[in-house]
Each structure stands twice: as C-alpha cells, then as structure tokens.
C-alpha cells in the first residue's frame, strides 16, 4: 500500500491550503504535479520511499531546497519537518499520515504555524485543526470534539448576532439621544423666546405709565408757570393725563385682582391623542431594519398599526374654567374635541382609523395634582364645550359669568386669562435655575414636565388686557394679546365676570383675538345632563 503524505502550505501563493499525496511525489510548478507550488522551479524537488524511510531530493532546482533551515541535497523526512523552497520561499509542512498516532494533537497544531510565533492565517488554522483532529484522535474524542466544535459555532453565530443587534440598538439609541438633545435646545429657545416677549409686553406697559407720569409732572411745572390765558388749556389737557393714568392704573390693578380672585379657577388643559383601527390598534410610525423612519415619497413618516415605531400621538395644551362647585368646566369645543374640523382626522377616518384620547386632564394653581376629565356636552352652534371632572372635595374657585347680556360693551376693558403659549410660557415665568431643575427631572416630556411643575405649584396662568372692539351676536372682538394655549379661558369685564370664552385669534387681522359670548355658555349648561 501506498505510504500517504499531506503538504500543508504555509506560506506562498497556497498559504493555508493542504495537499494529500501518495509517495513517490514531486514538488514544482507545472500543471498537473503532484504538490503544485506556484513560482518554484517546474520540479524542484521529489519525495520518495527507501527501505522504510521518506527521502526528499532536490532535483536541480536553481533556488536550492531546505530542510527545516538547512540546504540540503538529499535528507531523510520525518513526520512534521518543515521545507523550504529556496531561501525565503514558500514553506511546506510534510505530515506522515503513517505516524499519525506518533504526536501528540498540540504539537501538529503548533506545526501550523510557520515560525512557530504566529498562524500563518485563521482559515489555514483551521483546515489543519479538522484535519489533526481527524487523524490523530479516536472517534468517542473525535464526537466530542465536534460536538464542540458545533456548540462554538452556535455560541460564535449567536454572539454575532447579538452583536449586530447592539451595535444598531446602539445606533439607533445614539440617534434618539440626539433628537432628545436637538428636541431640548429648541425648547430652551422656546423658553426664552416667550420670555423676552413677556418682558416686552411688561415693558411696554411700563413705559406706557411712566410716559403718563412725566406728562403729568411737565403739565403741573406748566400749570404754575402759565400765564392766565393759558391755565385753563393747560388744566384741560392734565385732567385728560390723569384720566388716561388712572384708567392705566385702574385696569392694571383690575388685572392683579381678577387673577388674583379668579386665578385659582382657570386650568391648564393638556391633552394628547392618537388613532385606532377597528381591532383597537394604534397608528404607529414604521421604521426600517435599522429602526429609522420609512418616509413617503414626499418625505412625510409612514404610518401603520402594524409599525414598530412609537405611536403617533398629537399634543396639545388648551385652558378652561370653573363654572360649577359640582365641577363642570367650559372651554372651546377644539380644545374638548381636538380632531373635529381638523383634516389630518379626516385623513385618517376615511382610512378607518378613529381618534381616541391618551391624556384628557387639567392642571390648576394650588393643586398638585391633575384631574381627569370627562366631555359633557358640546355647543351645536359655537366653539364652545362643557367637561366635567371630579373636584374631589377641593375648594376649586368658581369664575361668576354675567348674566344680564349687557356685560360686553364696546371700548370698555377687558382682562383675559389663561395659558397662552403653554409650558414654554409657564417655564418664561420660571427663573432659570429652576427651569433647569425641571427638566432634568422630566425631560423633555410634556407630561412628565406638568406634573412636575404642578408638584412645585409653578403653573400660573397669565393676564392679558386690552378693549372691546366689537360685539356682535356670535362674537365679541377684543385687542388683549393673547396665543395659542389660551384657548377656552375666561373673558372677564372690569366688574370681574366672565362676559366669553376665548376661541380665536387673528394675527394678520390687527392682532384683534375673538370670543364666543358668554350666552352661548349659558344656553350650553342649561342643556347639560345633571352633574354628578
């Protein structure tokens, strides 16, 4: 029987392959040689067998051939040996499958290495692991060994998924901290923007009074230096100052007492909505094998139930208040039903998703905690809605809305109050430590945030004053500033009742704001179910 030998390259072209042979054999490059090295002479060099023993021949080759580092012509091979073909060629590890039980399995694996310091490559390593294995090991330890060896496959496939899945959670994760943190600094500009319009408006009255002061104080220097004609120009025009001063004053400090008296009974309405199928499952945003966002071709986020992304909630903030000791609140109608006349809802319904409240609840001053709301009834013919809550035995303010339905004049004062511009308005107020102190508490979520400055008693709603425009039998027109966020709060005479509900505000229309009259609101809470 033919003595079998096997060539493991390693090094040269073939690094990492091996070659099974039978002796006689020879080594070169020309095609179809028994171990083909390419770029060594045609034949460079012979192994074959004599009396019991393996001899290797160099056979004229110009390079020369070395036996484990020394030239030689003819040598015997031992199992193991290392040849070279020419000095700094490639390197050939001769194993005799006849001494296979001769070795032990480490040192034929550490003869897979080239110089004994490091693999000559990984996938070399580990024809030679199979190879050594199977020939140098019994079959109990071969089954073993390849049970194993399935075992860390498994192991290896597995660590590299998990691997994969990090790396794009991590990706993914890197992507939501950066939105979280762009999402952050624009509120902060937010924050500031209502503030600087804050002080502005503060500002703006301020200087407003001491115009009126100064004009008051030349017309008295005037009134004692006039001569006798003049005296009585001079009184006319001072009594006009004084009377445009005291009305300032007069309706400033109406302002400081209606939200000091009223204040506590008008709320913050923060609500949040999202959209169901008929099997009750939510619109979610679709996201792609990475976990971003599949967009449409005009760019806008896919939506679906079957989505993995988060749900598609809309937020929104409104005001109300106290009407009723039972607790009922009046407020706009968009603000009690936020998808009614709105198009994306129409969107949607025409598709079979309905919207459904997530969040319905309001904020007062002076209460920790938010009440849960409920819809009572809504107005047929105005923006107008009665919802309900559960007072819990908490002494809420009731607002005092007149009754008469001569309350509303034209040019005479009002105050309104309310939540314009919402939290970024509430956190303007705040002074910036404590801004800070917030939203690191909560984030950069909007309920977290209002429950939080609920706990710190920070949520206060705003004053604005202005004057009746105009009244007509749907709406009454008013020029206090106001935003959006101030929806549904309290439109409130100089005798402090509520003479309408805020629904609108026109920018572009003089910066006029819009009211429904408070009879509406009468008419509505006539209609209502008993409270309970």
């Not at 070399?124 to 075992?151: D, K, N």
């Not at 319009?197 to 115009?211: F, N, P, Q, T, Y």
């Not at 006798?228 to 001063?245: F, H, K, P, Y």
């Not at 009742?497 to 429904?516: D, Q």
Request: net charge negative; with cysteine; glycine share 10%.
């Amino acid at each position: 029987m033919a003595r079998r030998l096997s060539i493991h390259h390693l090094s040269g072209p073939r690094r990492g392959e091996m070659d099974p042979v039978e002796v006689p054999a020879f080594i070169g490059s020309e095609a179809g040689i028994d171990v083909r090295v390419p770029g060594v002479d045609p034949r460079h060099a012979f192994v074959f067998e004599r009396d019991g023993e393996l001899v290797l021949q160099d056979v004229g080759s110009g390079s020369g051939t070395l036996l484990d580092g020394e030239l030689v012509q003819e040598a015997v091979l031992r199992d193991g040996d290392l040849l070279e073909l020419g000095r700094g060629g490639p390197r050939l590890r001769v194993r005799d499958e006849g001494e296979a039980g001769r070795v032990s399995l480490v040192q034929a694996l550490a003869w897979a290495r080239p110089d004994g310091r490091r693999l000559s490559d990984l996938g070399g390593f580990a024809r030679v692991l199979v190879h050594e294995t199977a020939v140098r090991t019994s079959r109990p330890i071969r089954l073993v060994l390849g049970g194993a060896a399935v075992l860390a496959l498994v192991v290896f496939a597995f660590t590299q998924w998990q691997a994969q899945r990090m790396r794009a959670e991590l990706t993914r994760l890197r992507e939501v901290l950066h939105a979280s943190e762009t999402e952050r600094q624009r509120f902060y500009a937010r924050i500031e923007e209502e503030r600087r319009r804050a002080d502005s408006e503060r500002g703006v009255l301020e200087a407003r009074l001491e115009e009126l002061r100064s004009r008051e104080e030349e017309l008295n220097r005037e009134l004692a230096e006039a001569a006798a004609g003049e005296v009585q120009a001079v009184r006319t025009d001072l009594r006009e100052t004084r009377s445009r001063l005291e009305g300032l004053e007069s309706e400033r400090a109406a302002g400081e007492r209606i939200i000091r008296e009223y204040g506590p009974g008008v709320c913050l309405i923060q609500g949040a909505y999202a959209f169901y199928d008929e099997d009750a499952r939510p619109l979610r945003y679709r996201l792609d094998d990475d976990d971003r966002l599949v967009r449409d071709g005009d760019g806008n986020p896919v939506l679906d139930p079957r989505g993995t992304g988060t749900v598609r909630t809309v937020d929104y903030f409104g005001t109300g208040f106290h009407v009723d000791r039972k607790g009922l609140l009046l407020t706009n109608r968009h603000i009690a039903e936020p998808w009614w006349n709105d198009d994306e809802a129409a969107a949607h319904a025409a598709r079979g998703f309905h919207p459904r409240f997530t969040v319905f609840r309001a904020f007062f001053p002076r209460e920790t905690e938010p009440f849960e709301l409920e819809v009572v009834r809504h107005a047929e013919t105005a923006d107008l809605s009665l919802v309900r809550l559960d007072p819990r035995g908490r002494k809420i303010p009731v607002l005092p809305l007149d009754r008469s339905g001569r309350g509303a004049v034209a040019g005479q004062p009002v105050v309104v109050v309310g939540y314009p511009a919402g939290l970024e308005a509430l956190l303007a107020k705040t002074d910036s430590p404590s801004v800070k102190e917030v939203l690191a508490a909560a984030g950069t979520s909007s309920e977290r945030i209002t429950e939080v400055l609920a706990r710190r008693s920070l949520i206060r709603p705003s004053t604005t004053q202005g004057h009746i425009g105009d009244v007509t039998k749907s709406d009454i027109v008013f020029d206090a500033p106001t935003t959006q966020g101030g929806s549904g709060g309290p439109l409130l005479n100089r005798d402090g009742r509520v003479i309408g509900v805020e629904y609108a505000v026109l920018s572009k229309f003089g910066g006029n704001s819009f009211a429904v009259p408070i009879g509406y609101a009468l008419d509505l809470m006539k209609a209502a179910p008993e409270t309970r």
